[in-house]
């Protein structure tokens, strides 16, 4: 079954509100990847973190990877129209090579 | 923006045709992969390659085939379209230089089975 969930599956905010998707993997991740993929578009890289309970930012857009290294976040402050979209959390799994396993992804709408 | 190119944008077929999707990249990376998605859904892996010669099957079973000859090159094949192949089929690559890599990613290919 799937190794990697994201809650929630839908989000729609109002801009302006902040934003939150959540990552979780069965087994411990080497890493923990993040991607955008726009409407109509193809997954773009965003960030890695690679050590436990680090945090990254990127303007508006925090990310995090637990403690142990089996969970992760992506906080958007603010939302703006353009953060319309769907996020991809992606690890590499404890065990697994060196495959990718992409996450369930995160589809978010902000209204005006 | 990566260079990695994918033929045709959109396709649109009938049943039992054969058909090629084309992937290319220019950046010399070893690694390539073929992932399915329905539109908004997760990405499922379907075939993967670590170099030329080289190719596996990804987690989601597929009827489709892919070949590396060379490694800027990593077609996958329909033999019989069905209308269950409906969806976008995404290539992406990665330098391979270990558990840190990047997966750019391609344009995708939309295909339609009717």
């Known amino acids: 079954g799937q190794q990697v969930m994201q809650i929630p599956q839908y989000q729609h905010v109002q801009e302006g509100e902040d934003f939150t998707t959540y990552c979780n993997s069965s087994t411990t991740l080497s890493n923990i990847q993040w991607y955008k993929q726009r409407p109509g578009g193809h997954p773009v890289f965003l960030i890695q973190?690679?050590?436990?309970?680090e945090v990254k930012k990127q303007k508006r857009l925090t990310f995090q990877f637990g403690e142990a290294k089996k969970n992760s976040s992506l906080h958007i402050t603010a939302t703006q129209t353009t953060d319309v979209g769907t996020y991809f959390c992606a690890g590499i799994l404890t065990g697994g090579g060196n495959k990718l396993t992409f996450g369930t992804g995160t589809q978010l709408k902000v209204e005006l | 923006e990566a260079d990695i190119y994918q033929t045709p944008r959109y396709l649109v077929i009938g049943t039992g045709k054969k058909i090629t999707l084309e992937c290319s990249q220019t950046?010399?990376?070893?690694?390539m992969y073929w992932y399915q998605q329905d539109p908004g859904m997760e990405l499922h892996l379907i075939h993967y390659s670590y170099g030329v010669n080289s190719t596996e099957k990804g987690d989601l079973s597929s009827e489709s085939t892919v070949s590396r000859i060379r490694t800027e090159h990593f077609p996958l094949t329909l033999e019989s379209a069905r209308p269950s192949h409906t969806s976008q089929y995404l290539c992406?690559?990665?330098?391979?230089?270990?558990?840190?890599?990047?997966?750019?990613f391609g344009p995708g290919t939309r295909l339609t089975v009717l």
């Open positions: 973190l690679v050590k436990s309970g």
């Open positions: 950046m010399g990376h070893d690694k």
């Open positions: 992406a690559s990665t330098l391979g230089t270990g558990l840190t890599d990047t997966q750019y």
